[in-house]
């Protein structure tokens, strides 16, 4: 996704990003839901309203997720990128 081209990223509305923060700070034996989670949580990520608007509990939620896969690389780069 090009911030540049997207609908989303020019709006002004934050996104809610609970589900997601839940998603990831849960664990997930699934690795492609998981990466799939972490790389919209990344996108909304750009939105400065966004980032402002993570509170404690969703960066433990980020921690605890970046504990758990640790061990697998590729998902450990998406945690580290949101």
């Avoid at 509305?13 to 997601?20: A, Q, S, V």
């Avoid at 990466?35 to 990344?42: I, Q």
């Avoid at 400065?48 to 997720?65: F, H, Q, T, V, Y």
């Amino acid at each position: 996704a090009t911030p540049s081209t997207s609908l989303n990223y020019k709006s002004e509305r934050e996104d809610d990003l609970t589900p997601l923060l839940d998603l990831v700070g849960s664990v997930v034996a699934d690795h492609g839901l998981l990466s799939s989670a972490l790389t919209c949580l990344k996108i909304l990520s750009r939105k400065e309203k966004n980032r402002r608007s993570i509170e404690l509990g969703g960066l433990k939620k980020l921690a605890a997720c970046a504990d758990f896969v640790s061990n697998v690389p590729s998902l450990a780069a998406e945690c580290a990128n949101v």
